[in-house]
């Protein structure tokens, strides 16, 4: 016996409206473009659209699913390190489109009230306002809640205004359009005409790494590795990134597009007004001033303005710069660990000590020493003497708590790691010095 089915069209058009009602926003318009019967019932304008947009931006199809944040309703930002991939989507009810988070600037992605909702939030389940009973933005009424005496530390309506202002998110673009950047007493966002907008935090190994990621791949040396040179933690540096947007093509990018900053994770293009103004250099020593941010251009204007020859000397005098800081960085990095066995020699057991101030003797005068192919395997020869000293007392006495830090710890199990850095990046110096044209590639690929 076949199933009953249950035509629509058959009720009063009350309870058609009703029963329309109870849609989510992405089902409201899809029903609307069924049949000219029901477009012209639900009629569906600007607002649905909008609705069914910020639907749209929490699917994991479309734009990447649900916040991922933990809520913390005393917490109003959330971090520029939060997890942010490239297939992840966020709505514009500017121009209506689902853009990348390079497109907004951070206040628009991570206030509460414009952050995607998390999963259990009111704004994660949406239902449409359609009909005689349309929500008005911004309006709030009353509404018992109940007893939050119990914890003192929570914002009691957080939840109800997580993603609630979604509604009004514009892109760069769109801001740019009506005229809403450049206009704020803030130097270091840019003028009216080359406006600048604080996107998200990228972690990157290096200053080198920062303003030309991806260049070792691109000239066949492969991925650098992830321990930085240098460094306490043995972690990548977070390094905040600025969209600029170019006066010539009108397209947003990147701040290394424009050939815009130094080895210094916190240099900001901060330009001067007026002569008295405090204002940044940039990697080359020039002066940012007003007539120096207005007349930028993206690497592919500059190109069609200057050249690509022009384009290859001017990105090799920066690169080369911050490669000149990233070599010494892995020189250093391989010799740490011998200063750091030198300064604490106390520290070991009193039966290892002698040991230890043997091998510091026979190794003191080559170490620290030049750098070359023909030095590291002696480098090499006398970590792995010093490594198979401590491994043996860690076996007998115990691991030392606290010697030397993580640094050590790193330099002692990674050297292998520090060496093949010191090594990559001492080729794509070479490469860069001696062929800066693969530069102009790089940057326009």
């Avoid at 990548?236 to 210094?264: D, V």
């Avoid at 070991?348 to 000590?353: G, V």
């Avoid at 230890?356 to 006398?382: C, D, M």
């Amino acid at each position: 016996m076949a199933e009953p089915t249950f035509d629509i069209l058959s009720l009063p058009v009350e309870l058609q409206c009703l029963s329309i009602s109870f849609l989510d926003p992405a089902t409201l318009v899809s029903l609307s473009q069924a049949d000219t019967y029901f477009r012209r019932l639900i009629q569906p304008g600007r607002h649905e659209i909008v609705q069914r947009l910020l639907q749209l931006e929490c699917t994991e199809e479309h734009g990447g699913g649900l916040s991922q944040l933990p809520f913390s309703s005393w917490i109003h930002f959330a971090s520029m390190r939060d997890r942010c991939t490239k297939t992840d989507r966020w709505a514009c009810t500017g121009c209506l489109r689902l853009l990348p988070h390079t497109s907004f600037d951070n206040h628009s992605l991570m206030r509460l009230g414009y952050r995607k909702p998390g999963a259990g939030s009111p704004a994660a389940d949406p239902i449409t306002d359609w009909g005689a009973a349309r929500k008005r933005w911004g309006r709030r009424f009353h509404q018992p809640k109940e007893d939050v005496s119990e914890q003192p530390l929570q914002d009691g309506d957080a939840d109800e205004r997580w993603g609630s202002k979604r509604h009004l998110r514009r892109c760069n673009e769109c801001r740019f359009q009506n005229q809403e950047l450049g206009k704020a007493n803030s130097r270091e966002r840019g003028t009216p005409a080359v406006p600048i907008q604080p996107s998200r935090g990228l972690a990157f190994a290096s200053s080198r790494d920062r303003f030309f990621p991806g260049l070792a791949e691109h000239v066949g040396l492969g991925p650098l590795s992830e321990v930085v040179a240098g460094s306490s933690s043995g972690s990548k540096q977070f390094w905040p990134t600025r969209m600029i947007r170019c006066p010539e093509c009108a397209e947003w990018q990147e701040m290394r597009s424009f050939r815009l900053g130094t080895k210094n994770s916190r240099w900001v293009p901060i330009y001067a007004n007026e002569e008295p103004d405090f204002c940044a250099w940039n990697w080359d020593d020039t002066k940012l001033t007003r007539s120096v941010m207005d007349g930028l251009r993206c690497n592919s204007c500059f190109v069609e303005e200057h050249g690509v020859d022009a384009l290859a000397r001017v990105l090799s005098g920066w690169a080369k710069k911050l490669m000149r800081s990233e070599v010494s960085s892995a020189e250093f990095a391989l010799f740490s660990g011998w200063e750091t066995v030198r300064s604490n020699l106390k520290h070991i057991p009193l039966d290892y000590q002698a040991r230890f101030e043997e091998i510091l003797r026979k190794h003191e005068p080559s170490i620290p020493g030049p750098i070359n192919p023909k030095t590291l395997p002696v480098y090499k020869s006398a970590h792995d003497e010093l490594r198979c000293a401590w491994d043996q007392m860690a076996a007998e006495e115990g691991s030392l708590s606290n010697f030397g830090g993580q640094a050590f710890d790193q330099w002692l199990n990674h050297y292998h790691v520090y060496e093949a850095r010191w090594e990559l990046v001492t080729k794509l110096h070479a490469v860069v010095v001696r062929q800066p044209e693969v530069l102009a590639a790089w940057a326009l690929s």
